[in-house]
């Protein structure tokens, strides 16, 4: 029996799905323990919905047309991290290459930057002439600063690498080639790193941003329903948010990796 026991925890071990799908029963295991149990020392489990809760409040949910409200969230997300993308990804080149463009503008954006999102709400109702537009700016805002500071930090340490920027112009290569040739390819792993952090942050945006909405999306079922004391939907749409943002976040990885043949990376098993 031992013997049996041993060879199943090592298959479980050597085989990564295993291993990750063994990661859900874990998390679900132990969530259905604590909800069950009442358990209340420092941390309160007692009003903590149960995953079967959350499965009929889910079931309710997909019964009732929810797509308008995951096409709302998803085309909020999509258009403010697009724009942050565009915009973090050039600022960050500029400044990294750039000195002069640096001491113009990083000054005032260090100051933004630590700003929550959740600040941002009475200026965004102040500044956009909708809700929408507001909203869109809120995610923007959560993806916008990840892409910037991993470009600058991306271009800033591939010029450090004085070996590559040598080479380059050993072999007769000017400053735009040097540029083009050695230091975009060289920042491309802190821009995917980046790329992949901000949309991660956009969705945990959502919720700020759809306190401003009106009657659709997920952030808004799950601030109605946080409003109205119904738990379970609450823990529904925290899981939705986090299952959407999950597939976002690989989606871009698996892009960004199909931009950077060369770049293989090996783990420890």
């Known amino acids: 029996m031992a ?21 859900l029963v874990l998390f ?8 069950s ?19 009929k409040a889910t079931a309710n949910f997909v019964t009732n047309n929810p797509w308008i409200h995951f ?14 993308s565009i915009l973090g990804v050039l600022l960050g080149v500029l400044v990294g290459w750039f000195e002069v463009v640096e001491d113009l503008t990083m000054p005032p954006l260090e100051i933004l930057r630590p700003i929550p999102a959740v600040a941002w709400i009475p200026l965004a109702i102040l500044m956009f002439p909708n809700a929408e537009s507001g909203m869109v700016y809120i995610t923007f805002i959560g993806a916008f600063f990840p892409i910037l500071i991993s470009t600058i930090k991306g271009v800033e340490s591939t010029l450090g690498d004085t ?6 112009q050993c072999l007769g290569a000017n400053p735009w080639h040097i540029f083009k040739d050695i230091v975009i390819p ?28 009106g009657r659709y999306g997920i952030g808004y079922i799950t601030w109605e329903s946080y409003v109205t004391s119904n738990y ?7 899981l939705l948010i986090g299952f959407m943002g999950a ?23």
């Open 71 to 84: 096409w709302s969230s998803i085309q909020r997300v999509l258009i403010g991290y697009v724009i942050a």
């Open 163 to 168: 070996v590559l920027i040598r080479v380059g």
């Open 3 to 23: 013997q049996i026991g041993s060879v199943v925890a090592k298959t479980v071990l050597n085989n990564r799905p295993l291993r990750q799908v063994l990661s």
């Open 232 to 238: 379970p939907p609450i823990v529904m749409g925290m």
């Open 186 to 213: 060289g920042s491309m792993p802190s821009i995917a790193s980046g790329l992949t952090i901000g949309m991660g942050n956009a969705w945990f945006c959502l919720v700020t941003a759809e306190i401003l909405a």
């Open 28 to 35: 679900f295991g132990i969530w259905q323990i604590l909800s």
């Open 247 to 269: 597939f976002s976040s690989w989606a871009v990885d698996q892009a960004t990796r199909a931009l950077m043949p060369w770049r293989v990376i090996k783990k420890q098993s």
């Open 37 to 55: 149990i009442n358990f209340n020392f420092f941390i309160n489990f007692q009003f903590l919905p149960s995953p079967w809760e959350v499965l």
